[in-house]
């Protein structure tokens, strides 16, 4: 079944069944699988018929609930639990990957599906603004150390995937800023503001990470879509999502408002894991950048509605020099180079 089959409708599970024969053998990794979320979900149904499917979360008693609700619904799934705290250091990372190191299997899928909060302003212990660190920094470095296991599931026959769950959000920002990203700076943030930046940071990672795999690495980005998930549900992303009138006063969602359920929110993440059609797909269509990048290295696609979206793209996150340059800042902010 072709992607271009699915639609704002699809659910994850009709995706993960449509594509059954390339989940099965697989080992795949999934970040921020508490119950309730779209990352729950899709391990959830990848768990069906994946060889082995590795939750997170930074939080063991959510994610000791996770994979008892994942365990009870399917007895046979082999899941396996991995404390990952993205929000609080870049050592916490580092030790969640020195264990995925220590697994003997290889990795054919990663999937960056945790989200910090919308909320105001903070810093992580290395002095990083809590949602960059969260949703774009630690997963780089989480990437980058784990790679040799993504690299060893290489194969003749198949192209090990990173997929990194951004948002139609990202347009809300005139794209990362790179002296913050560097010196967070209180005067200059905004909480929306900041949450579309990182989303940005997603798809300028994944035209990189595409770019400088040379093709032994395969990564996208996607939008999930509007869903109702503990991010809208709390604090500062509530009051944020009524401001922009998604969320009525009494913090429930508007009708009308093209909101998805949960299955169909995680419905493009799983077509991004495992869609067939996307495999040696560097895909070239983005118009509104590549008139003067005609001899570019073609990136890894942009993914929304369970489809290649790329014209959906913002220019300032399609961009091929500002993704280059969030990968050497990236670089220098965790102290070391990330090299294939």
Request: proline share 6%; net charge negative.
């Amino acid at each position: 079944m072709s992607h271009s089959t699915f639609s704002f409708n699809t659910t994850a599970e009709e995706v993960a069944t449509a594509f059954a024969d390339y989940i099965r053998g697989k080992n795949v990794l999934v970040t921020g699988c508490s119950i309730g979320g779209i990352g729950h979900e899709t391990a959830r149904v990848v768990a069906k018929h994946a060889n082995l499917v590795i939750i997170t979360g930074h939080n063991s008693d959510r994610l000791k609930l996770a994979q008892e609700a994942i365990k009870k619904e399917i007895p046979s799934a082999n899941i396996r639990p991995l404390i990952l705290d993205l929000s609080s250091s870049l050592s916490a990372v580092r030790k969640a990957a020195a264990e995925v190191n220590l697994f003997p299997e290889p990795l054919h899928v990663l999937i960056h599906n945790a989200a910090a909060n919308v909320e105001g302003f903070k810093l992580t212990v290395d002095n990083l603004e809590t949602q960059m660190a969260t949703n774009h920094v630690g997963p780089f470095l989480f990437t980058k150390l784990i790679a040799p296991k993504l690299l060893a599931a290489r194969t003749e026959e198949y192209t090990p995937r990173v997929v990194s769950v951004s948002s139609g959000g990202h347009i809300l920002a005139s794209g990362v800023n790179f002296d913050t990203l560097v010196r967070p700076d209180p005067a200059l943030y905004a909480p929306m503001d900041a949450y579309a930046q990182s989303k940005s940071a997603n798809i300028l990672c994944a035209i990189e990470l595409t770019k400088r795999a040379g093709g032994s690495i395969h990564a996208y980005s996607l939008a999930p879509g509007r869903v109702f998930t503990s991010l809208m549900q709390k604090g500062d992303g509530t009051v944020e999502m009524q401001k922009l009138g998604i969320l009525g006063p009494d913090g429930q969602p508007l009708s009308g408002k093209g909101f998805k359920t949960i299955p169909q929110g995680a419905a493009t993440t799983v077509v991004a894991a495992f869609d067939p059609s996307l495999n040696g797909e560097l895909y070239s269509m983005w118009p509104h950048f590549f008139v003067s990048h005609t001899n570019a290295d073609t990136p890894g696609a942009y993914l929304s509605d369970c489809v290649v979206a790329n014209q959906l793209v913002a220019p300032h996150s399609s961009d091929l020099n500002n993704a280059e340059r969030l990968w050497v800042l990236t670089e220098q902010i965790i102290n070391e180079p990330f090299v294939f």
